[in-house]
């Protein structure tokens, strides 16, 4: 049973790497952010309610969240253990989630905030397969995306605006869980603003 936290700001790369670790680790990803960006696409009452944080660049209640998270480790694949991407983003949720699994190690993903605005702005994702680019750092291959039926995908709160409130609830909501997961000697920081091959490599030497 191995549940892996993966943590930093948004647009740290916590996503990215978690597809990426899936192979290697042979866990789930368990992303807050796209079971809520689903719940608002089938306009579910948890979706509705969550809406106006996230356009709003704002932290979800969390009730909601941990309401989510319990129903989400009940299923069959979560069994062996998971890799929480973008979860828990704060010491209440953290504290919760203490009492539905055991937290076997939290990765930090280390970017600084004056990378994150362009790191953000430019990414996208395809509809298909759910893969991640980025203009700049991670383009589209020239044949497009592996899985052959590349469709462009980008997150509606993919805005400059919208990222200054959300580097804001990760400083004031999301940091100090930092020190909460320092405290119970779970806490590994990996340099985020690197090749992200790089990054793979190190999140997963941290593993073993
Ligand atoms: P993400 O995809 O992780 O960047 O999340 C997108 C948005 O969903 C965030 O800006 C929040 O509004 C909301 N969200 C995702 N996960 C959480 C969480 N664990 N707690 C509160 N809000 C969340």
Known sequence: ???????????????????????????????????LRAAVK????????AK?????????????????IKDRMKEGDAQDGVMFDGFPRTVPQAEAL?????????????????????RICGRFS??????????SFNPLPKLGC???AFSEKRRA????????ARLKAYHEQTAPLATFYEDAGLFTVVDGDRDIDLITTDLLNALN
Request: proline content about 5%; hydrophobic content about 40%.
């Open 1 to 35: 049973m191995l549940n892996i936290v993966l943590f930093g700001p948004p647009g740290a790369g916590k996503g990215t790497q978690a597809q990426r670790m899936m192979d290697a680790t042979g866990l789930p990803q368990v992303s807050t952010g796209d079971m």
């Open 52 to 68: 106006k944080y996230m356009d709003a660049g704002a932290l979800v209640p969390d009730q909601v969240i941990i309401d989510l």
């Open 126 to 135: 395809c509809g298909n397969c759910g893969a991640v680019y980025h203009d």
């Open 98 to 118: 203490a009492k539905i699994v055991d937290v076997s190690i939290v990765l930090a993903i280390d970017v600084p905030d004056e990378r994150i605005v362009e």
């Open 146 to 148: 592996t899985c052959g």
């Open 157 to 164: 709160d993919d805005t400059e605006s919208t990222v200054v």
């Open 42 to 49: 089938a306009q579910t009452s948890v979706g509705l309610e």
